[in-house]
Protein backbone atom coordinates (compact mmCIF):
# COMPACT_ATOMS: atom_id res chain seq x y z
CA UNK A 1 0.00 0.00 0.00
CA UNK A 2 1.60 3.34 -1.06
CA UNK A 3 1.81 5.90 1.36
CA UNK A 4 2.40 9.55 0.96
CA UNK A 5 3.00 11.38 4.27
CA UNK A 6 3.53 15.48 4.72
CA UNK A 7 5.16 16.98 6.91
CA UNK A 8 6.10 21.12 7.93
CA UNK A 9 3.41 22.77 7.78
CA UNK A 10 2.60 25.71 10.42
CA UNK A 11 1.53 28.91 10.73
CA UNK A 12 4.08 31.69 9.39
CA UNK A 13 3.51 35.74 8.89
CA UNK A 14 4.05 36.78 4.76
CA UNK A 15 7.78 36.71 4.20
CA UNK A 16 8.90 34.08 5.71
CA UNK A 17 9.83 30.43 4.86
CA UNK A 18 8.92 26.96 5.05
CA UNK A 19 10.26 23.60 4.24
CA UNK A 20 7.79 20.72 3.68
CA UNK A 21 8.57 16.62 3.08
CA UNK A 22 6.88 14.01 1.82
CA UNK A 23 8.05 10.81 3.07
CA UNK A 24 7.10 8.02 0.30
CA UNK A 25 6.81 4.21 0.80
CA UNK A 26 4.77 0.97 -0.12
CA UNK A 27 6.07 1.41 -4.29
CA UNK A 28 5.58 -1.19 -6.33
CA UNK A 29 8.13 0.18 -8.45
CA UNK A 30 11.63 2.08 -6.82
CA UNK A 31 10.78 5.91 -5.89
CA UNK A 32 13.44 6.82 -8.46
CA UNK A 33 10.72 5.51 -11.05
CA UNK A 34 8.02 8.06 -10.35
CA UNK A 35 7.87 12.31 -11.04
CA UNK A 36 6.78 13.54 -8.09
CA UNK A 37 4.65 17.12 -7.78
CA UNK A 38 3.23 18.69 -5.10
CA UNK A 39 -0.74 20.49 -5.77
CA UNK A 40 -1.99 23.68 -2.80
CA UNK A 41 -6.30 23.77 -2.21
CA UNK A 42 -7.17 26.69 -0.64
CA UNK A 43 -10.48 26.79 1.19
CA UNK A 44 -13.46 27.73 -1.15
CA UNK A 45 -11.12 26.79 -4.25
CA UNK A 46 -10.49 24.04 -6.49
CA UNK A 47 -7.18 21.64 -5.79
CA UNK A 48 -4.31 23.58 -8.35
CA UNK A 49 -0.63 22.41 -9.40
CA UNK A 50 2.42 23.98 -7.51
CA UNK A 51 5.06 21.90 -8.77
CA UNK A 52 6.30 18.71 -10.07
CA UNK A 53 10.07 17.36 -10.20
CA UNK A 54 11.08 14.29 -12.84
CA UNK A 55 12.20 11.06 -11.26
CA UNK A 56 15.81 11.67 -11.43
CA UNK A 57 15.52 15.19 -10.60
CA UNK A 58 16.96 16.75 -13.41
CA UNK A 59 13.69 18.64 -14.76
CA UNK A 60 11.61 20.94 -12.64
CA UNK A 61 8.18 22.85 -13.28
CA UNK A 62 5.98 25.39 -11.52
CA UNK A 63 3.01 27.27 -11.31
CA UNK A 64 3.41 30.77 -12.29
CA UNK A 65 2.31 32.04 -8.91
CA UNK A 66 5.36 30.41 -7.28
CA UNK A 67 7.74 30.40 -9.70
CA UNK A 68 10.94 32.26 -8.17
CA UNK A 69 9.52 31.63 -4.47
CA UNK A 70 9.23 27.76 -3.71
CA UNK A 71 11.70 25.14 -4.72
CA UNK A 72 10.93 21.41 -5.21
CA UNK A 73 13.44 19.09 -4.50
CA UNK A 74 13.86 15.03 -4.18
CA UNK A 75 16.12 12.63 -2.31
CA UNK A 76 16.06 9.20 -3.98
CA UNK A 77 17.79 7.78 -1.36
CA UNK A 78 15.41 8.74 1.13
CA UNK A 79 11.98 8.60 -0.87
CA UNK A 80 10.94 12.02 0.00
CA UNK A 81 10.49 15.09 -1.91
CA UNK A 82 10.71 18.24 -0.58
CA UNK A 83 9.23 21.78 -1.36
CA UNK A 84 10.73 24.91 -0.23
CA UNK A 85 8.43 27.80 0.35
CA UNK A 86 10.42 31.23 0.61
CA UNK A 87 8.84 34.63 0.54
CA UNK A 88 5.37 33.59 1.40
CA UNK A 89 2.17 35.01 0.92
CA UNK A 90 -1.27 35.52 2.42
CA UNK A 91 -2.52 33.92 -0.76
CA UNK A 92 -0.21 30.81 -0.61
CA UNK A 93 -2.66 29.82 2.38
CA UNK A 94 -4.02 26.45 1.60
CA UNK A 95 -3.41 22.15 2.55
CA UNK A 96 -0.61 21.20 0.56
CA UNK A 97 -0.15 17.85 -1.05
CA UNK A 98 1.99 15.69 -2.58
CA UNK A 99 1.45 13.24 -5.17
CA UNK A 100 2.99 10.54 -7.08
CA UNK A 101 2.88 10.91 -10.68
CA UNK A 102 2.03 7.76 -13.05
CA UNK A 103 5.47 8.95 -15.19
CA UNK A 104 8.68 9.30 -14.83
CA UNK A 105 8.46 12.44 -16.65
CA UNK A 106 6.99 15.96 -16.78
CA UNK A 107 4.90 15.87 -19.87
CA UNK A 108 1.72 15.62 -17.98
CA UNK A 109 0.93 17.49 -14.71
CA UNK A 110 -2.81 17.75 -14.46
CA UNK A 111 -4.00 15.70 -11.52
CA UNK A 112 -5.48 12.83 -13.16
CA UNK A 113 -1.93 11.69 -14.06
CA UNK A 114 -1.03 11.45 -10.31
CA UNK A 115 -2.11 8.38 -8.68
CA UNK A 116 -1.29 8.27 -4.99
CA UNK A 117 -1.83 11.47 -2.35
CA UNK A 118 -1.02 12.18 1.02
CA UNK A 119 -3.37 13.58 3.39
CA UNK A 120 -2.23 17.27 3.09
CA UNK A 121 -0.17 19.79 5.79
CA UNK A 122 -1.84 22.95 6.11
CA UNK A 123 0.28 26.21 5.53
CA UNK A 124 -1.07 29.39 7.26
CA UNK A 125 0.36 32.83 5.82
CA UNK A 126 -0.77 35.70 8.28
CA UNK A 127 -0.84 38.90 6.60
Known amino acids: QVQLVESGGGLVQAGDSLRLSCQVSGLRFPFLTYAMGWFRQAQGKERQFVAAISSSGDNTKYADSVKGRFTISRDNAKNTVYLQLNSLEYEDTAIYYC??????????????????WGQGTQVTVSS
Open 99 to 116: AQSISHSLQNLGASYFES
